[in-house]
């Protein structure tokens, strides 16, 4: 199940991510997920937000470069060895994973996922019974 | 094909003989003038002293100072009675430069232009609209006088009111229209929030562009727009205006006429002539000028001769479209550069903004040089898709410039802007 990301555009200068969440939180959308992918230049942040249509809408209003793209995100127990039981299937059916984040409320691990193959690996998700999460079930968290 | 068939073919050394006797006018008119009295006179220079165009190189510069020092009339050659018109510039930093013209360089200057559309395929069958301001600016009643002189049905609807000009296109029947380029773009929007398609409503087929510097891509998007034929045409107030260089239907450079100016192109800094081809600034001598000659006047323009011999068959030398003003040039690691060439790389890339600053400085002894550029709307949200951007931008630019700057995306918005002119150079370096 395809969940909408939010990436940004950051360059790389102080204050700038801030000024990017400021504009979110003054607008009420709730930061779901977030994390930063850096270069010496400039960095990607990625969000999962609570109206990640609004946000991006919101962005581009501000003159932030943005962009939406496709994730998907699955849940596990939050125990050793589930991480790795969850992504041996799309190896195993050759699905490479480009990026990932995580993070665990109580007990549940949940991982969004961005493969090179995103329909193909909601397919295996299904396959192998892994809890598949819908962007609904992320905003109730 | 040729409005002034002997003056358009001549052979080159009709051609220079005529200058080399045009320019001894030029010079024993400009002796009347105080200020070439001076200059002239310092060198001992008199028409006596010219006999081949080589003697040109003893004549001292005339520049833009010149004009603004001797403000409003003091350049002016003949008896002030014979003036029947003056053209000035709008003055905005410091006294504005003023050129006096006698009703023979208003006829020579109507020629001129009339000459240049001429070339490109305008008769007097043609409904010919100028949309350029009238007034002061030599671009309004430059192409009136040219395009009447010509015989062409000449509608003169000034700037503005775009709904008008359209109105006016249509109604009259319109085949050519003079606009600045990013105006010959605005035109089309209103067409088509009009609902009116160039192609079906209007008999639009040429286009002149001119007065604003303009890549090739801007006139093959002009000429995708309204199916038009689009040409470069290029002058400036100090020269009268314009109908100095114009290009023929080939569009592979711009034809200067020789017969009136004799071109040469130095470089700004050492003031000696570049080798044939290379860039440089463009400067002009007036050879058919009553009331103010000039003699190599410092355009400020930077541009090149491009060589070879056009299918045209005009023998009058044909120059690049205008790389930038020798204001704006610097150098790099002994490279001439100058903006426009950065910008015509950037703006090839949709994925990036119009905004970009240069900047070059010193680091560890070396002059760097590096380029900000603005990001339009992230495209990707993959890392290596905006890598790869910057690595292709920085190949381009390389094949341009012949060095490698630092190619650095920056976020939108983020880059200073000042009101209409942006800056785009900063030089940061200890001893320029």
């Given at each position: ?15 700038r ?40 809408t ?64 909601c ?5 192998y ?13 | ?24 006018k ?71 430069t ?19 559309l ?97 890549t ?45 100016f ?87 890339f ?29 495209f ?8 790869s ?37 900063r030089?940061?370096?200890n001893?320029?």
């Amino acid at each position: 199940m395809n969940i909408k990301q939010l990436s940004v555009f950051l360059e790389n200068k102080s204050g700038r991510l801030n000024e990017i969440l400021d504009i979110l939180g003054k607008a009420e959308i709730r930061i779901i997920a977030a994390t930063v992918a850096d270069t010496s230049e400039y960095g990607i942040l990625r969000l999962i937000t609570s109206n990640t249509q609004a946000a991006y809408t919101l962005l581009k209003e501000n003159h932030v470069s943005a962009n939406l793209s496709d994730v998907i995100a699955v849940s596990c127990d939050s125990l050793a060895g589930t991480f790795a039981e969850q992504l041996k299937c799309f190896s195993q059916e050759n699905i490479s994973i480009e990026y990932m984040y995580c993070f665990s409320v109580k007990d549940r691990a949940f991982l969004i996922l961005r493969t090179n193959n995103n329909e193909k690996a909601c397919e295996i998700a299904e396959k192998y019974k892994l809890h598949s999460v819908s962007e609904e079930e992320l905003i109730q968290l | 094909m040729y409005f002034n068939p002997e003056i358009e073919t001549m052979s080159r050394a009709e051609l220079e003989a005529l200058q080399i006797k045009r320019l001894k006018k030029s010079i024993d008119t400009a002796l009347q003038t105080p200020f070439y009295q001076k200059t002239l006179g310092e060198k001992g220079i008199t028409s006596a002293s010219i006999n081949s165009l080589d003697d040109l190189q003893k004549i001292p510069f005339t520049t833009k100072e010149d004009l603004r020092n001797n403000y409003p009339f003091g350049l002016v050659a003949c008896d002030i009675k014979k003036v029947v018109r003056l053209h000035s510039s709008s003055g905005t930093t410091g006294n504005p430069t003023v050129i006096c013209h006698t009703q023979h360089d208003i006829d020579q200057w109507a020629n001129r232009v009339a000459r240049c559309l001429y070339m490109v395929g305008v008769r007097d069958t043609d409904v010919f609209q100028n949309s350029s301001g009238y007034g002061m600016f030599t671009g309004g009643l430059g192409f009136q006088y040219g395009a009447e002189r010509l015989g062409a049905l000449t509608v003169p609807a000034a700037a503005g009111n775009t709904l008008r000009q359209i109105k006016f296109i249509r109604d009259f029947g319109t085949t050519t229209v003079h606009a600045i380029p990013s105006y010959a773009t605005r035109l089309y929007e209103v067409m088509q929030e009009q609902g009116v398609d160039p192609r079906r409503d209007t008999k639009l087929k040429t286009l002149v562009i001119g007065a604003e510097p303009h890549t090739d891509e801007q006139r093959k998007r002009i000429e995708d727009l309204l199916g038009v034929k689009a040409y470069n045409s290029f002058g400036m107030s100090e020269m009268s205006g314009p109908g100095v260089a114009f290009e023929c239907t080939y569009q592979n450079g711009l034809h200067i006429w020789e017969d009136c100016f004799i071109v040469e192109i130095i470089n700004p800094d050492t003031l000696e002539p570049v080798p044939d081809g290379e860039i440089g600034e463009l400067v002009l001598t007036t050879l058919d000028r009553e009331a103010m000659p000039l003699l190599r006047y410092r355009s400020r323009d930077l541009t090149r001769f491009l060589p070879g011999e056009c299918p045209c068959r005009r023998t009058h030398r044909r120059l690049d479209r205008i790389k930038g003003r020798s204001d704006d040039m610097f150098i790099v690691k002994g490279v001439n550069i100058f903006p426009m060439q950065v910008e015509k790389i950037l703006m090839q890339f949709k994925e990036l903004g119009t905004n970009y600053l240069i900047t070059i400085e010193t680091k560890n002894n070396n002059d760097e040089m590096s380029v900000e550029v603005e990001l339009g709307d992230l495209f990707t949200d993959d890392f290596s898709k905006l890598q790869s951007l910057t690595r292709e931008i920085t190949r381009q630019l390389k094949d341009e410039i012949l060095l490698t700057p630092k190619v650095k995306l920056v976020d939108k918005g983020s880059l200073p802007q000042t009101e209409g002119k942006a800056v785009r150079v900063r030089d940061l370096r200890n001893n320029k």
